[in-house]
């Protein structure tokens, strides 16, 4: 289990008899109080959180028992090679919203989409990225994005880039011109296509070859070089969004959230004042901790310049195999329960969230069935998630454990079965 910071909300819990609602109420090394306001009752997220959420016929009691979640590592490399991992939290407790919680939902989410993958191909976790194993996705990638615009009305896209890529290696530097111009061209497929969300995503586990930014690793300063260049490339576009790091772990998530702040401010003062900033929490900004890792609370405190939260998205990830690691053809989960209680946190605070990245065996049926309840429960939130984006296609071979690549034969695209009955099939009911 990854580290995170509640000690603050434990040392609280002592001091009063009742815990708040969506407060931390139990698991493991909890020292304070075990009940909750009237109306809520203390339900086990994992060993390690439990949280008071609105009382359901049956009570589920916090435990603290031990137990072990293996985090697997994603890396991303070209075709069949791939894997890809996220954190292996998991949450079987099921949730009832009371009428108070009852979501204000139009049934549908505004976005949807695939990423889009090749440039970030040769990032690990550790945050090195070996530049020579890029596969740009190029003209198929272009041409994937058009048919997912066309044939199955699908828009939004999200676009995975290594930063050692974008800087050819070279920290607090430039955007290498040749390098960045390979990847603008995928940028423009996107914007040309018709997508109306495409989102610029530096692939890096908020690392640079195995250090931290902004602890202990490269500096905030240098990283706001790199999010200032991209930020003025791209100040006019309101259809870009701003993925300011894919999947950051074992990390202080305070010290993150500056670090956060200063890149949000850069941006901002760049220009791009309209954009949408997708904020990634710790421990592979998991959807199903996100909440009891600290993510939420200390990411609630990034602001624009101007002390407003608007266009500032929470950026989580989930996956539905059995260590939720992506790595896995089949499914064991739907995720309901994770994304119906973050939810409610996000309700409760005013604040919004979109998945991008989740995904399982493109045939697998236990996958046709779980992706496409989980999406279910986004569509049935729609006014706390934007959307969803799945992983992955792009450079990724069809043989890929997580295959959203579609067939081309000609000019006619066959898609995965994922992509017809769930990742645009949930977006076109």
């Known amino acids: 289990m990854k580290t995170t910071l509640l000690a ?3 040392a609280a819990g002592t001091a009063v008899a009742q815990n708040a609602a969506y407060s931390q109420c139990g698991g493991q090394n909890w020292t304070g109080s075990t009940t909750c306001v009237a ?3 203390c339900v086990a997220q994992n060993a390690y959180y439990s949280q008071c959420v609105p009382s359901s016929s049956s009570t589920t009691a916090a435990t603290s028992k031990t137990s072990t979640s293996s985090s697997s590592t994603k890396a991303s490399t070209p ?3 791939s894997t890809k991992a996220t954190s292996a939290t998991t949450t079987t407790t099921k949730t009832t919203s009371t009428a108070a919680s009852t979501p204000a939902s139009t049934g549908h989410v505004q976005y949807a989409g695939v990423n889009i993958a090749g440039f970030d191909f040769g990032c690990g976790t550790d945050g090195t990225c070996t530049t020579s194993s890029v596969v740009p996705p190029g003209a198929n990638g272009n041409g994937q994005m058009n048919h997912f615009v066309k044939d199955d009305g699908l828009n939004a896209f999200r676009l995975p880039v290594g930063w050692q890529y974008l800087v050819n290696n070279n920290l607090g530097g430039t955007l290498d011109a040749t390098n960045f111009a390979n990847y603008d061209a995928l940028v423009q497929g996107c914007l040309s296509s018709g997508a109306a969300l495409c989102i610029i995503d530096v692939h890096n586990y908020a690392r640079w070859n195995g250090a931290i930014i902004g602890q202990g690793g490269p500096t905030n300063a240098q990283f706001v070089s790199l999010w200032s260049q991209l930020a003025t490339k ?3 576009n309101s259809k870009i969004a701003f993925g300011i790091m894919n999947e950051p772990h074992d990390l202080t998530i305070s010290t993150w959230a500056a670090t956060v702040q200063a890149v949000v401010t850069a941006i901002r003062q760049a220009g791009a004042t309209s954009q949408k900033i997708l904020l990634p929490g710790t421990q592979y900004t998991s959807a199903a901790a996100f909440i009891s890792d600290g993510s939420a609370a200390a990411l609630n405190t990034v602001t624009n310049p101007d002390g407003t939260t608007t266009n500032l998205i929470f950026d989580v990830h989930q996956y539905l195999d059995s260590d939720n690691s992506g790595t896995h053809s089949n499914c064991v989960t739907n995720n309901s329960a994770s994304f119906t209680t973050l939810a409610q946190w996000l309700r409760q605070n005013g604040r919004q969230a979109i998945l991008t990245e989740t995904g399982g065996g493109p ?5 046709l069935t779980d992706v496409c309840q989980e999406l ?6 729609s ?3 934007l959307g969803w984006i799945g992983w992955g296609a792009g ?3 069809t043989s890929y454990v997580l295959s959203e690549t579609p067939t081309v034969s000609g000019s006619t695209y066959t898609d995965q079965k994922l992509v017809t009955q769930c990742i645009a099939g949930k977006f076109k009911k």
């Open 395 to 397: 450079s990724f071979d």
């Open 79 to 81: 075709a069949t090679t």
């Open 234 to 236: 791209y100040a006019t």
């Open 39 to 41: 109306g809520y009752s």
């Open 363 to 367: 045939s697998d049926s236990s996958c």
């Open 376 to 381: 279910d429960t986004l569509n049935t939130n």
């Open 8 to 10: 603050l909300a434990a």
């Open 383 to 385: 006014d706390v998630y």
